[in-house]
């Protein structure tokens, strides 16, 4: 398979698809600039290396054809200050206007095209229009972790038209290696930390891991599915009753691969779903009536810090408590500062999934642990174990 590193861009024209779908605010500016930093070096290599770089992405989810909000001519200001060079931009990603666009490229270019998803023939996958995007480049790469569950035309259908001439940029690479490292080839004892709000997003990905950790921790407002099940009382806290059985599988799953489960003993709960509602720290299998756990008490935070520290590798996925309010953010902020601390004593630790992804910066340790993994639901699927289109499509 070919390789960024070692291949010659001279004189070439790098179709690269990047994951520029990022938030913007009214003035359409970004307020969330981590996609892009992370195309940075993809872009950068192939510029060293004497090539031109033709970028395609998506934003949001236009609904029928081209929508200004949508335009990622928003991105192009961002995109120049972060590279310290003009990047050009091209009004259509595919027909006469694009390729009159990339056919003037100069080694050193950088042009941005109009957004993928004002074609519905993207999302279908449509080959006739993966074949007329791959007639603007000389090489595919694909640098879209956060897509790469999709099979989508421009993930996974257009490399058949580059048979020998396609490769991962230095994002998906990273992204594979790195959950490979947690799921292939951990250093021990491997530990995964599951929180967030439902059991039922989260089976597959429990299910698949288990014969893999040693420890599962169990956090946030999912954990109130399996203390009900194993009888505690929770009073008003979040509970999917049509799940305690598959809890208690799972539970007994666990115990019979010898997996150590770690489940909150106290809550800090509240009287209602508020910033500033009366709170006081319970037992977690005896929440009075009407009171919500909402956070994790400072006995559990014990146990699980206690985890953590011994883990040599750590998959973390879903916040412990409501950490969007402050008043029930503590938890969640002292598991990623454990989370930072043992990626400093040498554990590798990797951070995946929306809201983990957003506590790890909220709190000030992304760059404190091994690896922030920027594709939500391609992270979770390649953990479930699924194959992933655009990932099969660049190694076929």
Known sequence: MLSLDTYSFAGQKALVRVDFNVPLND???????????????????IIQSGGAVIL???LGRPKSGPEDKFSLQH??????????????????????????????LQPGDVLLLENLRFYKEEEKGDEEFARKLSLLGDIYINDAFGTA????????????????????????RGEIEAIDKVM???????????GGAKVSSKIAIIENILGKVNHLILGGGMTFTFIKALGGKIGASL????????????????KALGVHIHLPVDALCADKFSADANTQICDVRNIPD??????IGPETLKDFQRVIQQSGTILWNGPVGVFEMDAFAEGTRA??????????????????????????????????????????????????????????????
């Open 149 to 172: 569950h999709r099979e989508h035309a421009s993930t996974a259908v257009i490399a058949k038209f580059f048979p020998e001439k396609k490769m991962f940029g230095y994002v998906m």
């Open 239 to 254: 509970v999917e009753d049509e799940q305690l059985e598959l809890a208690l599988q799972l539970l007994e799953k666990a």
């Open 56 to 58: 395609m992405s998506h």
């Open 184 to 194: 292939l080839n951990p250093a021990r004892p491997l530990t995964a930390l599951m």
């Open 27 to 45: 003035a359409f500016q970004v307020t969330d600039a981590t996609r892009i930093n992370a195309a940075i070096p993809t872009i950068r290599k």
């Open 290 to 295: 009407g009171w919500m756990g909402l956070d």
């Open 75 to 104: 991105i192009v200001k961002e995109l120049s200050q972060k590279l310290g060079r003009e990047v050009k931009f091209a009004p259509d990603c595919i027909g006469p206007i694009a390729e009159t666009a990339c056919r003037h």
């Open 335 to 396: 598991i990623a500062n454990s989370i930072a601390d043992a990626t400093k004593n040498g554990c590798f630790t990797l951070v995946g999934g929306g809201d983990s992804v957003a506590a790890a910066n909220q709190f000030g340790v992304a760059d404190k642990v091994s690896y922030v993994s920027t594709g939500g639901g391609a992270l979770l699927e390649y953990i479930e174990g699924i194959e992933l289109p655009g990932v099969k499509a660049i190694r076929a």
